[in-house]
Each structure stands twice: as C-alpha cells, then as structure tokens.
C-alpha cells in the first residue's frame, strides 16, 4: 500500500511541474511566425527584382535557379515547372525550394 501511494505521488509531483511550466516560451506571437517564415528558404518578387532568401539572407538571383525538382525560375521572374508550365511571379509572390507556389496574404500555405 505504501508503494502505491508513493507512485502516485511521484506521478503528481511529475505531472505538476509538468503543467506549471511557462506557457508563454511555447505561445508564438505574428512577430514569431513571421521569423520562423524568414527562416524558410525560397524565392520571391520585390520591388521588380527577383529575390533568393536562404538562411535569412537575401540576394539578388544573378542567374536561372534550377530548383530539385527540375523546377527553373530565371532572372526575369518566369518560372517554368518541370511539367511544363509556365508563369511569371507577381509582386510578392514567394516559391519555395521545392517549386510551391506560397500565397501571398499567408506565405506559409501553398497557393491552389
């Protein structure tokens, strides 16, 4: 009998200090997410120049960008699928690294 309540005390003891913990480390505000985004490499149009953010940093695309999955966006901001479609990036639209087009309101969901 003692062995039972001493489980379930250790098993209190456990879960409490489980759930005291500090929420507010884990809850994310717009700011957050806008810097977990940031950290996703892709592809976009600003200001009419086709930009590469990769690791945070962002330059200027100097020449075409295959992207692995045969993917091409080139310097003008055409992007031509490996299906064979094509179509020409408008102001802030973004393309990730693996050829989805991102909405713009929203650049963490693909476009339909």
């Known amino acids: 009998m003692k062995k039972l ?11 409490t200090a489980a759930v ?3 929420s507010s480390a884990t ?3 717009p700011s957050d997410k806008m810097t ?14 086709v930009l590469v953010v990769k690791g945070g940093a962002t330059s200027a695309l100097g020449n075409d960008l ?4 045969g993917t091409v966006i080139k310097t003008d ?13 408008q102001e802030g639209e973004k393309i990730d690294m693996e050829g989805k087009l991102l909405k713009k309101e ?5 476009q339909k």
């Open 20 to 22: 005291a913990q500090d």
């Open 77 to 89: 901001g055409t992007v031509k699928s490996s299906d064979g479609t094509t179509l020409k990036l």
């Open 66 to 69: 295959t992207l692995p999955n």
């Open 106 to 110: 929203d650049s963490s969901a693909p």
């Open 36 to 49: 977990t985004h940031q950290g996703k490499d892709f592809v976009t149009l600003k200001d009419g120049k």
């Open 5 to 15: 309540i001493m489980v379930f005390a250790i098993v209190g003891a456990c879960t």
């Open 27 to 29: 809850t994310k505000t």
